[in-house]
């Protein structure tokens, strides 16, 4: 058996990365062209585009919140958390 002692492995790293991370830092990463982020600093919160909303069980959450706290409080029995977004196009 070989064991590490330089630190905490990477399960233990990625919690803690998203314990950190907001919904809003989410939802830039995955979607940019919706929610971009000022200067592509990720640890910032993203500017909203007008065009869209989005959701969590019917829910329009914070950007802000926590996305380890929406899921542990929204995610659906099989441990998935379901975040819908709309786009509306403009009027032409």
Known sequence: NVTNDDGP???TKLINNLEKRTIGQ?????CPNLFPSHN???????V???SCSWMVQ?????????IV????CLSHPDNFLYIVIVTRQGDN
Not at 40 to 46: L, R, W, Y
Not at 58 to 66: S, W
């Open 9 to 11: 492995d990477d399960s």
């Open 26 to 30: 989410v939802l830039s990463e995955w």
């Open 40 to 46: 592509d600093n990720q640890k910032e919160e993203p």
């Open 48 to 50: 909203v585009s007008s």
């Open 58 to 66: 019917g829910v329009q959450i914070p950007l802000a919140f926590p």
């Open 69 to 72: 706290d929406v899921w542990q």
